[in-house]
T-cell receptor, first 114, second 113 residues
């Protein structure tokens, strides 16, 4: 079984600043996907970014980027130029490609201050 | 992407009763899953809904408490049976498509009183 650890329960950032969320995971698999999901108060799970483990290049989606360190089993998310709409709970997730099940971290609540 | 309609969006139920949650997808998908999110916590996988056969349950979840149906490749139901206040949670349907990512329904917020 995979475990996903998010060690930061809460993060606060000033609007337009940058915040980095940490995530580590434990697995014996070599091929897998990693995700960051955003859950605003509406409770809809929204995909922020995806990283395939076989790709060395870090994924980027507009203001969101990851630092994927496969050997260290680390997968951090950087939110640049933070906006008020980024306020939400962020979950790191691991997808096992044998059965496509997701294992989630505990989540990090991000609050963007005006 | 996949469009997932989950019903009801919320409900308040009496203890001892049962609630069935529906998940409808706009196209055929192979993998469908049900997750539970207890208040203030992360998502935990309940089971994999298998088309045409019994669901596969994760440790700590049993069919008598959470019966699941999946009659075809676009529809599934989760029933929360004999509810107690501890069952108050958000229940989310998820589908996997093309082996690339998981899509989620908007969730059902269940309160048991």
């Amino acid at each position: 079984a995979q475990t996903v650890t998010q060690s930061q329960p809460e993060m606060s950032v000033q609007e337009a600043e940058t915040v980095t969320l940490s995530c580590t995971y434990d697995t014996s698999e070599n091929n897998y996907y990693l995700f960051w999901y955003k859950q605003p108060p509406s409770r809809q799970m929204i995909l922020v970014i995806r990283q395939e483990a076989y790709k060395q290049q870090n994924a980027t989606e507009n203001r969101f980027s990851v630092n994927f360190q496969k050997a260290a089993k680390s997968f951090s998310l950087k939110i640049s130029d933070s906006q008020l709409g980024d306020t939400a709970m962020y979950f790191c997730a691991f997808m096992n490609l044998n059965d496509y099940k997701l294992s989630f971290g505990a989540g990090t609540t991000v609050t963007v201050r005006a | 992407s996949a469009v997932i309609s989950q019903k009801p969006s919320r409900d308040i139920c009496q203890r001892g009763t049962s609630l069935t949650i529906q998940c409808q997808v706009d196209s055929q998908v192979t993998m469908m899953f049900w997750y539970r999110q207890q208040p203030g916590q992360s998502l935990t996988l309940i089971a994999t809904a298998n088309q045409g056969s019994e669901a596969t349950y994760e440790s700590g979840f049993v069919i008598d408490k959470f019966p699941i149906s999946r009659p075809n490749l676009t529809f599934s139901t989760l029933t929360v049976s004999n509810m107690s206040p501890e069952d108050s949670s958000i229940y989310l349907c998820s589908v996997e498509r093309l082996g690339t990512e998981a899509f989620f329904g908007q969730g059902t917020r269940l309160t048991v009183v």
